[in-house]
């Protein structure tokens, strides 16, 4: 099947369609998993996979280039929500030392239509999307800690996803350098 | 205006996929030791590069040039290296890379899922796909040896 | 159109020149404020910027002095820990004096070595036969240029992108190292060049340069 010639043409799938394939796939998990947590876990390593692949997609469609402090990381990761779930997060709540800050979200594709069963009360839902941001800042030498601070299907107002700056990562060096 | 070969290596040295169109001279050594010994050239370089600049570097290094030919450099930011050897001549060299990262490798390599980023790349479309760019590219003209 | 610097690198692979004639000097004071927003970092006996950046601060950049006072390594010059100093809310509105890494006389003699085997690689590696070192090596900030003599000698000049003729330059070194260098009895080969006359007449035909371009040369 050739792609279409024009890079930014997005294929358009029902959203829909979307939150049916996520939620199947969590339901299914949380039938396979003993307990709520290594869904949780798994839920964020699935994340982190599609994060160390997404983050090539949108340097190569954005173009951008390197970020020189958290706030430009933020701003950066505001326009993939924008460019791949089609949200427009807020960020506040950032950290005196400008080393964490949040994503506040009022709609996510992932969670419509969806509701926690009391058994699943600890269940991290969006722990995909915290996943993805580590993955993907890992590939550009950004140590970051990401979780959910508060939960929309857990009685939240909003969705917050939390980001902290852990560290800057070296590349790999060859043996007996500096 | 002709291009000799490519070299592709991952973030940490892995070549993972190298081609030649127009070779005249080979190293003789094996494949394995020329990546690795062209990926720890390239290391110094890019150290040499950040510590002689005289004001902070944003791309950083971009190219060499020899007597005989020019060596192409292009990193993304995850660390993804791909270095292409041309005569002297060549112009456009960069976007030609660029393209190459934007819409062979994205495209065919990171959103195959079946593929491990950190191995070898055997996918025969994106074989396929990067001699087609790189021969329709004007830096490329077949030189008859 | 500015050189940077001039580099000479002897057969055997040492620095025996350097000249730096234009260095721009990027250095910030700033004020600051409890916390302070810039990740820091100790490396390499440095206090570098790890991650952020305010008013033209940068990742890379290091930490040069606090409240005017400079620092060796860790520890301030009146004693104290730099890091303890920043912790400590009291201290604050502190400034500090961030600057671009200056290289030491060491750090060029080792990158001047390292030069010598890239240079050797790329002809090794060439997909063509015959093949001499590497005679341009551009960055997006600066371009340099290698002339290597017959014996081995190496003239390495930096200068900007723009600059033209910078072949031309290094050719007309090569000529004043003929002169002032080797004629001079007491210059013994592949040691520092330490002649007056070669630094004076290098430094004026770089004025030339700079001011008037290479065809007045």
Redesign the interface.
């Known amino acids: 099947m050739s792609r279409a010639s024009n890079r930014f043409d997005t294929k358009k799938v029902n959203s829909e369609l979307v939150t049916l394939t996520y939620g199947a796939l969590v339901a299914q998990m949380v039938k396979d998993a003993e307990n709520t947590d290594d869904v949780s876990k798994q839920l964020e390593r699935l994340g982190y996979n599609m994060g160390v692949r997404l983050i090539e997609d949108f340097l190569a469609k954005t173009g951008t280039g390197r970020c ?3 706030k ?1 990381t933020a701003d950066k990761i505001q326009s993939a929500f924008k460019m791949y779930l089609g949200v427009q997060p807020n960020v506040a709540n950032w950290s ?4 964490e800050f949040s994503f506040i979200l009022d709609t996510n594709p992932l969670t419509d239509l969806v509701e926690l069963p009391d058994d699943l009360k600890n269940l991290k839902y969006c722990n995909i999307i915290c996943g993805v941001i580590r993955g993907a800042l890992e590939m550009v030498q ?1 140590d970051v800690q990401s979780w959910i601070v508060q939960d929309q299907l857990k009685g939240d107002q909003n969705t917050e996803i939390r980001v902290k ?1 852990i ?2 990562l070296e590349d790999a060096m060859p043996a007996g350098e500096d | 205006m002709t291009v ?2 490519i070299y592709i290596f991952n973030k940490n040295g892995n070549l993972l996929y190298y081609h ?1 169109w ?4 080979q ?1 003789g050594m094996t494949r394995e030791e ?1 990546a690795k ?2 990926y ?2 390239l290391f ?2 890019k150290s ?2 950040n ?19 020019t ?1 192409h450099y292009f990193e993304t930011l995850t660390g993804l290296k791909f270095v292409l ?1 041309t005569d002297i001549n060549a112009q456009g060299v960069r976007e030609l890379l660029q393209e190459i990262y934007n819409q062979v490798y994205v495209e065919y390599v990171v959103k195959n899922p079946l593929l491990n980023l950190s191995e070898p790349i055997e996918s025969e479309i994106f074989k396929a796909k990067l001699d087609a760019l790189v021969k329709q590219s004007p830096v490329f003209l077949s030189r008859v040896p | 159109m500015v050189i ?2 001039i580099y000479i690198v002897s057969k055997s692979g040492g620095l025996i020149f350097n000249h730096d004639h234009s ?2 000097k ?1 250095e910030n004071e700033k004020p600051f404020t ?6 820091l ?1 100790y490396e390499n006996k440095r206090i570098i910027v ?5 008013d033209g601060i ?3 950049h290091v930490l040069y002095a606090v409240n005017g006072k400079g620092l060796t390594d860790r520890q301030l010059d009146d004693g104290q820990d730099v890091f303890e100093v920043l912790e400590n809310k009291n201290n604050y509105p502190l400034n500090l004096k961030f600057g ?2 200056k ?1 030491t006389t060491n ?1 060029k003699i080792f ?1 001047a070595s ?2 010598y ?2 240079f050797a ?22 371009k ?1 240029y290698c002339f290597q003599t017959l014996t081995g000698v190496k003239m390495i000049a ?1 200068a900007d992108r723009s600059q033209n003729g910078v072949e031309s330059l290094l050719k007309k070194i090569y000529e004043l190292y003929a002169d002032y260098a080797l004629k001079n009895p007491f210059y013994s080969l592949e040691m520092p060049i330490r002649c007056e006359l070669f630094e004076t007449n290098l430094k004026t035909l770089l004025d030339v340069m700079e001011k008037s371009g290479i065809a007045n040369i």
């Open positions: 020189m402090d958290l430009d005196p030392g400008g080393d950004l700056f560290r800057r | 000799h070969n030649e127009n070779r005249l001279k190293t020329e010994l062209m720890g050239m110094s370089i040499f590069v510590k002689i600049s005289p004001v902070d570097p944003k791309d950083g290094f971009l190219y060499y040039k020899t007597s005989k030919y060596l050897n | 940077y610097s260095v721009s990027i409890f916390p302070v927003d810039l990740k970092k790890e991650f952020g950046q305010k940068r990742p890379g671009r890494p290289m750090e990158l390292m030069f085997p890239l690689i790329a002809s090794q590696l060439s997909p063509e036969p015959k093949c001499s070192g590497i005679e341009v090596l551009e960055a997006d900030t600066f340099l930096v």
